[in-house]
């Protein structure tokens, strides 16, 4: 998809299409106006007949309108106008998005740039429009026999601002939109992909073509090589598979030689049956999105490439399978992290956590400035938040506060529960220097808790990203998330560097 920044009169436009909007009440948005002014009215006539009301969801497509100049004009319902929120903002777009493809329109001019929303700029406005047509037209048919091939498929779309003065601005920010959208149709495709196809090794070789592409630098460890660190805790997991594990690392460099990096640590199960601990039969397919936490960090590298961001970030990407075999955890095993502590395993589901440990331990050797892991990890999580926040845990405030506004204006919103003492305590074991399950209560915050014993060395947060990673039902689908916070919380810290 092309896009392009322009400043000019909606009523000018000789385009394939305009696109404006209308509020709830048949209220027309500025640019709408003038194309109703230029019909001569004509647009007011049309909505009165009862064709539009203005609601959410709601559209109408003009041919060759009367008095205008355009072939086409797109008019989009936004709602009540008091309640245009960003969320509403962004549906509206990816509304218009739908529509045009639907229709076989190649191009649009579009004016829903205008429309306020509160607190928000010309720069959200456009980055935020480029992120939600793209979201609204990925589609994943790559494992489809029967592709459905539009013949008149969307492919430019101009996005306006009110000044000359704005362009710059605007251009800036559609470049962003676009990196964000690349790496999150990376994470999309990844983890919408089989377990029998995206494997660890799978993983490894996308790695391997970040580096190929951008020059990033990639290391893989195999199996003997986690060996020889003592990553007990991360094998342990990987024995009931016939799936070699891998330990990747990839190695962006945007800054300064001697900068401390960002370190990204992502959960890359990429397929979850529970091991000895079985789950359900029931959307255990899901399971395969498990390494989402994993492609997430593939995804902000390849965003952080593309913007050429000048910072450091290494990611670190530990991959398995968590399969039932007669030589996989069994519930009461105890094994050795690379930290030397020892985790009574009671739980084989509770395997992320077991390859997070090693994988935190081993980024020590990166001296990082923050650290921040990215697990689809408990179903508490999704009990708590539901499918629109992640949760989000750390040892220090100011980081935990960076990424709670970072996922405020990238709209990939995260909720922050406690990491006390008191829920710690729910881990202990009496056969070991943990258990790697605290019972029922606060299962989201106990399971931070583990990781919280591996991350002393630095400043930390966990996301858990179990209810915001894929939806399931008919929408069923990776969603790219987190990739635009962790993005967001990157260019934020640039931003402010520069400063």
């Known amino acids: 998809m092309e896009y392009t920044v322009k400043s000019g009169?909606?009523?000018?436009?000789?385009?394939?299409?305009?696109?404006?909007?209308?509020?709830?009440?048949?209220?027309?948005?500025p640019a709408a106006r003038r194309l109703d002014e230029a019909a001569q009215g004509g647009l007011t006539a049309i909505l009165r007949r009862g064709d539009l009301e203005g609601k959410p969801g709601q559209t109408l497509l003009l041919h060759n309108p009367a008095g205008l100049l355009c072939e086409r004009l797109l008019l989009v319902g936004c709602g009540k106008e008091k309640d245009f929120h960003e969320g509403r903002y962004r549906e509206t777009f990816a509304k218009m998005a739908k529509t045009l493809a639907d229709t076989g329109t190649t191009e649009a001019v579009v004016y829903l740039t205008e429309l306020g929303v509160k607190g928000r700029d010309i720069a959200w406005k456009l980055r935020h429009a480029v992120e939600s047509v793209e979201m609204a037209l990925y589609k994943f048919d790559r494992l489809k026999s029967h592709k459905s091939d539009k013949k008149r498929p969307l492919r430019k779309v101009i996005l306006t601002v009110g000044k000359r003065s704005e362009?710059?601005?605007?251009?800036?920010?559609?470049?962003?939109?676009?990196?964000?959208?690349?790496?999150m149709h990376l994470v999309r495709d990844l983890g919408n992909l089989p377990g029998n196809i995206c494997t660890p090794s799978y993983l490894a070789d996308q790695a391997r073509e970040l580096e190929h592409q951008y020059g990033v630098k990639t290391t893989v460890l195999e199996r003997e090589d986690m060996e020889k660190l003592g990553m007990g805790a991360l094998l342990s997991v990987s024995r009931g598979s016939r799936q070699p594990p891998k330990l990747i690392t990839i190695e962006y460099k945007g800054g300064k030689d001697d900068e401390p990096p960002v370190a990204l640590v992502g959960k890359g199960l990429t397929f979850d049956a529970g091991g000895i601990s079985i789950k359900p039969a029931a959307a255990m397919d899901e399971m395969k999105y498990d390494m989402c936490g994993g492609a997430t960090v593939l995804g902000v590298?390849?965003?952080?490439?593309?913007?050429?961001?000048?910072?450091?970030?290494?990611?670190?990407?530990?991959?398995?399978?968590?399969?039932?075999?007669?030589?996989?955890?069994?519930?009461?095993?105890?094994?050795?992290?690379m930290s030397g502590q020892t985790i009574e395993v009671l739980n084989t589901d509770a395997e992320g956590r077991l390859i997070l440990c090693d994988a935190l331990t081993y980024t020590e050797r990166f001296h990082p400035v923050a650290v921040v892991d990215i697990a689809t990890l408990t179903g508490a999580c999704v009990i708590a938040l539901g499918a629109h926040a992640s949760g989000l845990l750390a040892n220090n405030d100011q980081l935990?506060?960076?990424?709670?506004n970072a996922g405020k204006y990238a709209h990939d919103r995260a909720w922050q529960l406690p990491l006390w003492s008191e829920y710690d305590k729910q881990l202990e074991s009496n056969f070991a220097d943990m258990a790697?399950?605290?019972?029922?209560?606060?299962?989201?915050?106990?399971?931070a808790c583990f990781l919280a014993r591996y991350t002393k060395k630095f400043k930390w947060?966990?996301?858990?990203?179990?209810?915001t990673a894929w939806l399931g039902g008919k929408a069923k689908g990776g969603t790219g998330r987190p990739v635009p916070l962790l993005?967001?919380?990157?260019i934020q810290r640039c931003e402010a560097a520069s400063e």
């Open 9 to 29: 009169d909606p009523e000018k436009q000789r385009n394939a299409c305009v696109v404006a909007g209308v509020f709830e009440g048949r209220k027309l948005s």
């Open 167 to 183: 362009l710059a601005a605007g251009e800036a920010a559609v470049q962003q939109g676009l990196a964000i959208s690349a790496g």
């Open 301 to 337: 590298i390849k965003a952080c490439a593309e913007l050429k961001l000048p910072i450091n970030v290494v990611g670190v990407i530990p991959s398995s399978e968590n399969l039932p075999d007669g030589d996989a955890n069994k519930p009461g095993d105890v094994v050795t992290s």
């Open 400 to 404: 935990a506060r960076d990424l709670l």
């Open 436 to 447: 790697n399950i605290g019972g029922r209560e606060g299962g989201t915050i106990t399971a």
């Open 461 to 467: 947060a966990h996301l858990d990203i179990a209810g």
């Open 487 to 490: 993005t967001t919380w990157l």
